[in-house]
């Protein structure tokens, strides 16, 4: 079945560290690939995203993200975390509709 | 601009009731989508509407749920004789196209008692 993996439920860091998050998926042919970010009390918002072209991205606040087509991933970084960064982070695929991962939800601690 | 917005925010409501949610996207998106959303999970895909059709329902649970977006702009989400697992978040997001980025609105938490 295809789906959407993010391997981690919960990151906690102290600021300043790097983040990586992971996305898997398991669809196959072309894909449309985001990161959404949803802070406390807000709505979904679009972090970055990927249709074609250099497979790293750079999004919003410093996030990035790269397109390993061979791994079938698209893994989210930012190298120096801040308090703000405290959010849930949901990676999604559209092939022909869109589906979500699961989610991580990330803690900087001050 | 305007973004995607959703009315109730809220809605409590008693097992067996019927309820309506409501949607307003983006001016000029002609995509809109319905998803559902539950503690510690992602967004799961309810139903998609190119302009007035329901071009993808294949998310909707059961007979219960019932989508509608009569004029192409406004849509409304109705869910017949609640139980207490409907209770979730109900995100309404709307694009330019299928596969271009969703912009999603506040949601409407539902809660079946």
């Known amino acids: 079945a295809q789906s959407v993996s993010q391997h981690n439920h919960h990151v906690i860091l102290s600021e300043a560290a790097s983040l990586e998050l992971g996305c898997n998926y398991s669809y196959g042919g072309t894909v449309n690939l985001f990161w959404y970010v949803q802070y406390p009390g807000q709505h979904l918002q679009l972090l970055l995203k990927y249709f074609s072209g250099d497979p790293l991205v750079k999004g919003i606040k410093g996030f990035e993200a790269e397109f390993i087509k061979s791994k079938f991933s698209f893994n989210l970084r930012k190298p120096s975390v801040q308090w703000s960064d405290t959010a849930e982070y949901f990676c999604?695929?559209?092939?022909?509709?869109?589906?979500f991962g699961a989610g991580t939800r990330l803690t900087v601690k001050p | 601009g305007a973004g995607v917005s959703q009315t109730p925010s809220n809605k409590v409501t008693e097992k067996g009731k019927y309820v309506e949610l409501r949607c307003d996207p983006i001016?000029?998106?002609?995509?809109l989508y319905w998803y559902r959303q539950s503690l510690g999970q992602g967004p799961e895909f309810l139903i998609y509407f190119q302009g007035t059709g329901a071009a993808d329902d294949s998310g909707l649970p059961n007979d219960r749920f019932f989508a509608v977006r009569p004029e192409g702009s406004v849509s409304t989400l109705k869910i017949q004789r609640t139980e207490r697992g409907d209770s979730a978040v109900y995100l309404c997001a709307s694009s330019s196209d299928r596969r271009e980025t969703q912009y999603f609105g506040p949601g409407t938490r539902l809660l079946v008692l």
């Open positions: 999604a695929v559209v092939n022909n509709d869109m589906r």
């Open positions: 001016s000029g998106h002609t995509a």
